[in-house]
């Protein structure tokens, strides 16, 4: 019987069927003399056992929105509005501690390096089971087991003597697969994964991913997965938001909109993937770049580059609109998307 | 701000240096260890009669001096060194992080002794006494920045172009190790400024009757009971003035730092 | 495909090894094989696709040939004349006619240096004067897509694709005969990844360019490669012309590297997903480097280390005991695109 059957930590209750509720979320970084709303007016909902996937480039915010969402923002960025709600209970007026309670057991992060988000003075098994016992209270045996057991469903072969190994001992895959396992092992309602895929090999991404599908399975969390990758998303993902520049510009379910995207930053991202994919001579493109944090333009921030532009879009800023009943669309002009 | 008031101060001093120079060297025994704000000497005087004030400004611009001249030669002698030993790596490294080894050991107060038997005590052995060893610490810090620069892409890139590495260092490190050369340096200033005012109060630094920081020191010693500012005075001029070199320092590493690590946008 | 034979750059059975520990003596005692056994030609004009995944040694490879390295075996010969000496007695000449644009675009510009310098600093060897060589950094600015008034600015002041367009100008500054590519747009964002590839593919065209492009995306190779050399663990793998390779991809790593990066229109079942673990790079053993994680393999792979041989046609070469050709999955991935 393993440990986990035996009730010792059960899958944390989320009663409501919303899992998270973010609500107008601005997210600010205050610089000598000018501010910038990194995170702007942003909004989107998690519900039970969903994958949500985040896309959006450099510049988007959608890592600093996911550090939003656990409270891990330090001066000089601070949450400057909105709200977190997670399990119907609002974050935002949490004192520290009661925030450090929650953070790795009811939601749990996945960050992008795994080179970097070990501690590379304690061995593995350790981590895992000091993350247990902060968060339970359990003899330090049967830490171990629960450690043991994780490492196992994590998919890396003899656990018991990898549990005893040092991070730099492991190749960057399997470190991201202890990362998991550290991100799943107290069962949390909701595990944010920022970019996981992005500093590996494409081999050792598809093992990944595959293993976060399966895990999803087994445990029923939602997921909140990041990524500039299109791909990645289609993979795994139930729902999607895409952000650009600190908004979020569209929202939809997975299949009909990569099927038929209506923002034009939509339709460019998934246009430039799939000519990249074809035999074609040139790739599609997107003119421009992403604006800088300080060089914003004052109405649609994607009007720059945008080839649907009308006058309007330089006007004044169009809001994130339901435009039916699973798309939200922040756009003036969208038009039909031919692949 | 407070850099350029601190700047504008050591300035001041360093100009005056010189015309003080009546003011300090006039005795008048009948005025000795007359305390601070007496008429006619806002600091006092010392036991020959010399009005404090004068002394202190000089003794100032003298350690000012060798702190300047000491400090140009390290930074000089060190950056090349570093450079060369970072980027070439192998036996240049090899020799000189050796003679770094060396001179950061060697006992200051050992060599100031050992040259002021040869030469004579004085403005000339304080400075080759200190120069001599100083430039190890700045060698040393400016061969890691080497280091790390050598591995940075433009670097590889001049390579790749066929620039030859003294160009590769004249144009590519040598900029990149500017600032933080500034700010060092001024650090630096301020320590030669203590070592200095040490070794005058052994007397192995300027001679009589150019007044020195730790010369006044020295003599104030002897009056501790008696005429406690005699001793204070120099302190506090000492301290002052490592104060305001490393002010300089600050103020600099403010100035280049956020351009050094400026955020991508 | 060339009648006659112009091969710009060649490669002989390049090696590089690095030593991981040495004894008292300073002499290495293990080694790591960066580089085993790679041989491969490029001909005028044509563009050459390296691909591989980290450990691969594509970027050993293209220090090696830009003389930033020198390879432990092997040789390299530019237009025929064998240039491997020791690195550091490559002139300057030599040097200046294979340039390379590296992959980070915020390292690989001195941030000190004003770009119009970073560029001219491409053409110090040619002799010309300061301000004929300020009107050619202009000229070449203009022609990777930015204006020549940028000239004045700092790296700082510059996107990221911004400044690999100055990479690519200053690499063109130097009038290379071989361009080499090292992931160029790897740490761009995506949107502006293709904007560099268009730009490449047309100064490819237009000035006639030899290009080495290295990638660990085929789908990036796929554009911009005319053949494509597979890499793994230091080895070539599978060598052929573009579309053969991804018509008919032979080596079960090739097939694997493909299946992982086409996945629009690829349903997840089809998906090839490897298991174990990477072979141990140093000091390997006589087998296969890639048998550990292959799904195709048998005894011998274990024993023996296959060597790189015509497979299913002249130019299609593979290093594999076990290949198939694995028609029906890869034709469905065509469609998809």
């Known amino acids: 019987m393993s440990v986990e059957t035996a009730g010792v930590v059960a899958q944390a209750e989320v009663s409501t069927r919303r899992v998270l509720e973010v609500s107008h979320l601005t997210v600010v970084i205050d610089g000598d003399g000018w501010r910038v709303a990194a995170v702007d007016d942003v909004s989107f909902h998690v519900d039970r056992a969903e994958v949500l996937g985040i896309v959006g480039e ?181 729902r999607i938001a895409v952000m650009y520049a600190g908004h979020v510009v569209e929202v939809g379910d997975r299949s009909s909109l990569l099927g038929e995207p209506l923002h034009p930053y939509t339709q460019g991202l998934l246009s430039s993937r799939l000519s990249l994919l074809s035999s074609s001579d040139y790739v599609s493109v997107l003119e421009g770049q992403v604006p800088g944090l300080r060089n914003r333009p004052v109405a649609c921030r994607f009007a720059p580059r945008c080839p649907n532009r009308i006058a309007r879009c330089t006007e004044a800023m169009p809001q994130l609109v339901s435009v039916s009943a699973d798309r939200e669309l922040r756009c003036y002009n969208p038009t039909e998307w031919h692949s | 701000m407070l850099l350029f008031v601190a700047g504008g101060l050591i300035g001041v001093v360093l100009l005056a240096f010189p015309s003080l120079h009546h003011f300090y060297l006039d005795q008048t025994l009948s005025e000795a260890l007359k305390r601070p704000l007496s008429p006619g000497h806002l600091l006092g005087t010392d036991p020959l009669g010399r009005d404090q004030l004068a002394r202190s400004l000089a003794g100032l611009g003298v350690s000012f001096t060798i702190g300047l001249i000491v400090t140009l030669i390290s930074v000089v002698v060190g950056m090349v060194l570093g450079l060369l030993a970072g980027y070439f790596r192998g036996v240049a490294d090899l020799l000189i992080s050796a003679a770094i080894d060396v001179a950061w050991g ?81 650090y630096y200033v301020a320590s030669t400024i203590i070592i200095e005012a040490g070794l005058s109060f052994l007397g192995l630094g300027v001679q009589a009757p150019t007044p020195s920081l730790g010369q006044m020191l020295a003599q104030g010693r002897d009056f501790l009971r008696l005429a406690s500012w005699e001793a204070l005075i120099p302190a506090i001029t000492v301290a002052l003035a490592v104060f305001s070199f490393n002010i300089v320092g600050d103020g600099l590493r403010d100035i280049l730092d956020p351009r050094l690590s400026r955020p991508q946008g | 495909m060339a009648f006659v034979s112009d091969p710009v750059l060649r490669g002989e059975h390049i090696g590089k090894v690095f030593p991981v520990s040495r004894d008292l003596l300073g002499r290495g005692t293990h080694w790591l094989s960066a580089l085993e056994d790679v041989s491969f030609t490029l001909e005028r004009g044509h563009s050459l696709g390296v691909v591989g995944e980290s450990g691969s040694g594509k970027s050993t490879l293209a220090r090696i040939l830009v003389g930033l390295l020198p390879p432990t075996s092997g040789r390299i010969l530019l237009n025929g004349r064998d240039v491997s000496e020791r690195q550091r007695s490559w002139t300057s000449e030599v040097r200046r006619r294979v340039q390379i644009i590296f992959q980070d675009p915020y390292s690989s510009l ?207 070469l593979l290093a594999c005991f076990n290949w198939v050709e694995m028609e029906k999955e890869s034709n469905a991935a065509s469609r998809a695109g």
């Not at chain 1, 399997?174 to 909701?190: G, S």
């Not at chain 2, 100031?112 to 120069?131: E, Q, R, T, Y």
């Not at chain 3, 991804?246 to 299946?259: G, M, N």
């Not at chain 3, 053993?285 to 024993?303: E, L, Q």
């Open chain 1, 58 to 238: 450099s510049g988007s915010g959608k890592s600093l929105t996911a550090l939003a969402i656990m409270r891990l923002v330090d001066q000089p960025v601070r949450i400057a509005g909105g709200s977190i709600s997670f399990a119907g209970r609002d974050l935002m007026p949490l004192k520290p501690e009661e925030m450090r309670q929650i953070r790795g057991s009811q939601i749990s992060m996945i960050f992008q390096d795994p080179m970097t988000s070990l501690d590379e003075t304690f061995t593995v098994g350790r981590q895992l089971v000091e993350l247990v016992q902060a968060h339970r209270k359990v003899s330090r045996h049967e830490a171990d087991d629960l450690a043991t057991e994780m490492l196992q469903r994590v998919g890396i072969a003899s656990p018991k003597a990898r549990m005893r190994a040092y991070p730099h001992e492991l190749s960057g895959g399997m470190r991201q697969r202890v990362v998991i396992a550290a991100a799943l092992i107290l069962r949390p309602a909701l595990v944010i994964a920022d970019e996981i895929t992005t500093a590996l090999d494409a081999t050792t991404q598809a093992q990944i991913l595959e293993l976060l599908i399966e895990l999803r399975k087994d445990f029923g969390m939602s997921v909140i997965l990041i990524s500039h990758d299109l791909g990645v998303v289609n993979d795994v993902a139930d």
């Open chain 2, 106 to 186: 060697f006992p200051i107060i050992l060599l100031a002794v050992m040259l002021a038997g040869m030469i004579g005590p004085g403005f000339i052995s304080v400075i080759l006494a200190v120069a001599l060893l100083n430039w190890a610490g700045f060698a040393r810090i400016i061969r890691g920045y080497a280091l790390v620069l050598r591995e940075r892409e433009f670097v590889d890139a001049a390579r790749a172009i066929g620039v030859p590495s003294l160009r590769v260092i004249l144009t590519h490190l040598l900029p990149n190790v500017m600032a933080p050369t500034l700010v060092m340096g001024s």
């Open chain 3, 110 to 316: 001195d941030p000190r240096m004003r770009l119009r310098e970073i560029i001219t600093e491409g053409m110090w060897y040619s002799g010309l004067g300061t301000r004929q060589k300020e009107q050619r950094a202009y000229e070449l600015l203009e022609q990777v897509g930015l204006s020549s008034s940028v000239g004045s600015n700092y790296p700082h002041q510059l996107s990221g694709g911004q400044r690999q367009r100055v990479g690519i100008a200053r690499a063109l500054a130097a009038n290379p005969d071989v361009l080499i590519a090292d992931e160029p747009v790897s740490a761009l964002d995506v949107s502006v990844q293709g904007q560099i590839l268009n730009l490449l593919r047309r100064l490819q065209r237009e000035h006639n360019l030899t290009l080495l492009f290295i990638t660990h995306d085929l789908a990036v190779a796929r554009h911009m490669a005319d053949s494509i050399v597979v890499m793994h663990m230091g080895k070539i793998v599978e060598s052929a012309p573009t579309e053969k390779l991804f018509l008919k991809p032979l080596h079960p790593y090739t097939q694997a590297l493909l299946s992982a990066s086409l996945v629009f229109g690829r349903p997840r079942t089809a998906r090839i997903v490897l298991e174990g673990d990477l072979a141990n790079p140093v000091d390997p053993p006589r087998a296969c480097r890639f048998a550990s994680r292959c799904f195709r393999r048998i005894d011998r792979c274990i024993k023996e280390d296959p060597r790189l041989e015509p497979g299913a046609s002249s130019d299609h």
